[in-house]
C-alpha cells in the first residue's frame, strides 16, 4: 500500500532577516501571521508561520536579530526550491498595482497557456510566482481534477501545452460551471 497525502501544510524555508520576511508576507501579500516563537531546533532562530489559504501555510526559520548564526546564500540546482508559486485570490491587474505600491520589480504578466502569472523575489532571495487562471475554477472545483482532464485533452489533441481551451474543455466534461 502507498503512502497518501491530503495536500501540502507548508514549505519550511530559511530566512534572512526577521521584519523584513514579517512585513513582505504581512503586508505585500496579505498573509496572516499565524505563529511566531523560537525555532524549537535552533534557538539562535525564530519560527514563522504565514496563513498562504486554503489550510496551507508557509514557515520560515530567521536568525534572531541579536545572534551570530550565518547561514549560507541558497543556490539553484538539484534539491533546491526553484520557486514558490501561490494562486491570486485578487485579480493579476490588482496584483501588479500593490507590487508597484511597494516598489517591486517583477516580470510579467507572463501567458502560462491556461494561467498569467507574475515572478519576483521576496526580500530573502526567494522567487515568487502569483498566478491566476484565465477562466476561473469554481468554488470548490479541484485544481488537479481539472488539470488532469485538460492534461488528457492536450495529449489527445498533440498540442505542445495546456491552453485555456483545454481547461474549458475540462471543466465542461467534469460538469463545472464556468465563472464569467
Avoid at 526550491?81 to 498595482?97: C, F, G
Avoid at 519576483?120 to 485544481?143: Q, R, Y
Amino acid at each position: 500500500m502507498s503512502i497518501k497525502t491530503k495536500g501540502i501544510n507548508h514549505p519550511a524555508i530559511f530566512g534572512r532577516n526577521l521584519n523584513e520576511t514579517i512585513k513582505f508576507y504581512t503586508e505585500v501579500l496579505g498573509m496572516s501571521l499565524v505563529l511566531r516563537q523560537p525555532n524549537l531546533d535552533e534557538p539562535r532562530m525564530t519560527h514563522l508561520f504565514f496563513s498562504a489559504g486554503n489550510g496551507a501555510f508557509i514557515a520560515f526559520f530567521v536568525p534572531n536579530d541579536d545572534t551570530d548564526l550565518n547561514l549560507r546564500k541558497g543556490s539553484e540546482g538539484i534539491g533546491s526550491m526553484q520557486h514558490l508559486a501561490m494562486n491570486l485570490d485578487v485579480t493579476i491587474e490588482e496584483a501588479m498595482e500593490t507590487l508597484n505600491k511597494y516598489k517591486i520589480k517583477f516580470s510579467g504578466p507572463i501567458d502560462r497557456g491556461y494561467e498569467r502569472s507574475l515572478y519576483f523575489n521576496d526580500p530573502n532571495g526567494i522567487k515568487i510566482e502569483l498566478m491566476s487562471w484565465i477562466t476561473p475554477l469554481p468554488v470548490g472545483a479541484d485544481e488537479a481534477d481539472v488539470i488532469s482532464r485538460a492534461q488528457i485533452i492536450r495529449e489527445n489533441e498533440g498540442a505542445y501545452n495546456i491552453e485555456d481551451k483545454h481547461v474549458r474543455q475540462a471543466m465542461k466534461e467534469l460538469g463545472l460551471s464556468q465563472v464569467t
